[in-house]
């Protein structure tokens, strides 16, 4: 082909061509990298059932600002919580630690003596120390002492409660009337009380509108904004605007109102044009509180509930959305936990990893739609203080002879009073292969006994690792929890 003279008007298609390719491909090679200081947004939910979404299946009521976060990320069915239990899920999903590693078990009470060791590393510390805002604005329980609040464990800001809010003077069961006022914490001070359902009916809106001042506050600076909201935990309350809009009573109106605390704050980063540069993970501390019937929520088809180590207790909703970096619409079965929250958002933000020990694992490659990856391969289902309920490698899980609570055979309760359950029926040993028994019924221990050698083998390594109050082990690798000045 002839060159053209300098001030032809003549068209020569495939210079034109050429040219177009070159500006796509120029366009393509100059694609932004990620952000290395993205903003992360974390929804904690409160015994928020694996089910009590309708996206996972949730009857008379609807969810549409999560549905529209998991068609817009990625929903994870096969997450666990770290312990299925308040105080305890909160410890290993802010230092990436199994909670009896941090010596933390259960649900701590009102003026509790333990807590959170202040010279563990939060995830909060971590990503204040790379210039992050960071605010908390819900449900703390991890100490109510001064030393353990959220102020001295790596947060800026703190509004909320610090503790369950069932642990108050209303509680129905008249043997824990003995509980102090429960009051809202702003900082390290005592702020008003919470002196009916009333006043915790406001507790989602109050915790809304704390996290969408924060986000306008820091949104020229990257900022960790923590949102552990209280509910669905009981006793079950919602605002007027709520009040009445389920065909599923009081628990419908609370889902409703805590599915629009999400969109609102979803909305407001967007509004701020942050949308494209923010992380935000949505999960539940535990499976549902099920002995307080139609004031719990669904395990979606899952074994047992809360306060147990089957999967109802412990595998929980997980919904990831962050536009242009987690692929939009996926569905991933890979087992992860609560553990590996940390050391992921850590490098995702170019924060360092704890000093100490921690049990988390990293699945960003995962996170941003790598499927040949599998990050985790084990779990330990700890419960009580230090007891090895259950293992679990792959899709294999070996359960322990324990006693333990059971939901099972009994009538729940109604109307926000529980019904009867047991902390000591006896579990016998059993091998469930939760790719075909997710609902773990079918003991097939005798068809195997090459795998409960090999999750023997796991367990051990646990036993050695952590210990188990069960077989009276003591772990190698075990720190002390906070202890308060007397």
């Known amino acids: 082909m002839a060159f053209l003279p300098k001030h032809s008007s003549r068209v020569v298609p495939g210079v034109f061509l050429l040219a177009g390719l070159g500006l796509f491909m120029g366009a393509w090679m100059m694609k932004p990298a990620p952000p290395t200081s993205p903003n992360v947004v974390l929804f904690f939910m409160d015994d928020m059932g694996y089910g009590d979404l309708s996206v996972t299946g949730a009857l008379a009521y609807t969810t549409p600002n999560l549905d529209k976060m998991a068609a817009e990320g990625t929903r994870f069915t096969n997450f666990l919580s770290a312990q299925a239990v308040c105080s305890a899920s909160r410890a290993a999903l802010l230092t990436g630690c199994y909670p009896n590693r941090l010596g933390i078990s259960g649900a701590l009470g009102p003026n509790s003596p333990v807590g959170l060791n202040p010279d563990e590393e939060t995830l909060a510390d971590l990503l204040k120390e790379k210039g992050y805002a960071t605010g908390i604005f819900g449900k703390w329980h991890l100490g109510d002492k001064k030393e353990f609040l959220p102020l001295q464990q790596g947060f800026d800001d703190y509004y909320g409660v610090p503790y369950s809010h069932d642990m108050w003077p209303l509680h129905p069961n008249q043997a824990q009337a003995h509980y102090p006022p429960l009051r809202w914490i702003d900082g390290n001070e005592p702020g008003p009380e919470i002196r009916n359902l009333d006043d915790a009916g406001q507790i989602t809106r109050t915790i809304t509108d704390r996290a969408i001042s924060f986000i306008r506050k820091h949104r020229k600076k990257p900022f960790f904004l923590y949102v552990p909201h209280p509910l669905?935990?009981?006793?079950?309350?919602?605002?007027?605007?709520?009040?009445?809009?389920?065909?599923?009573?009081?628990?419908?109106?609370?889902?409703?109102?805590?599915?629009w605390s999400v969109g609102q704050v979803l909305a407001e980063i967007k509004k701020q044009g942050l949308d494209e540069n923010t992380l935000v993970l949505f999960i539940s501390d535990n499976g549902p509180w099920l002995n307080y019937g139609d004031h719990a929520g669904s395990t979606g088809g899952f074994r047992e509930g809360k306060g147990t180590s089957f999967e109802g207790g412990q595998r929980v909703p997980f919904l990831v959305r962050w536009p242009g970096m987690v692929p939009a619409g996926r569905v991933s079965n890979k087992l992860l936990t609560a553990l590996d929250i940390l050391p992921t958002v850590a490098k995702l933000c170019g924060a360092r990893l704890p000093k100490k020990r921690i049990d988390g694992v990293d699945w960003t490659a995962l996170l941003k739609g790598d499927n040949t990856v599998t990050p985790r391969e084990k779990f330990y289902y700890y419960y009580r203080k230090n007891s090895l309920e259950a293992v679990r490698q792959g899709e294999w899980k070996l359960v322990f002879a324990h006693p333990g609570r059971t939901y099972e055979g009994f009538l729940p309760g109604k109307d926000g009073k529980p019904g009867p359950s047991t902390e000591s029926h006896q579990f016998p040993m059993a091998l469930y292969d939760l790719r075909r028994d997710p609902g773990e019924r079918y003991d097939v221990q005798e068809q195997h006994p090459d795998v409960v050698a090999e999750l023997e083998k796991v367990a051990e390594e646990a036993r050695a690792d952590l210990g188990d109050d069960i077989q009276k082990k003591t772990g190698a690798n075990v720190r002390e929890a906070g202890h308060a000045d007397q």
Not at 237 to 245: L, N
């Open 232 to 259: 669905p935990h009981v006793p079950l309350a919602a605002s007027g605007q709520f009040k009445g809009r389920s065909a599923r009573g009081i628990f419908g109106d609370v889902l409703t109102e805590l599915d």
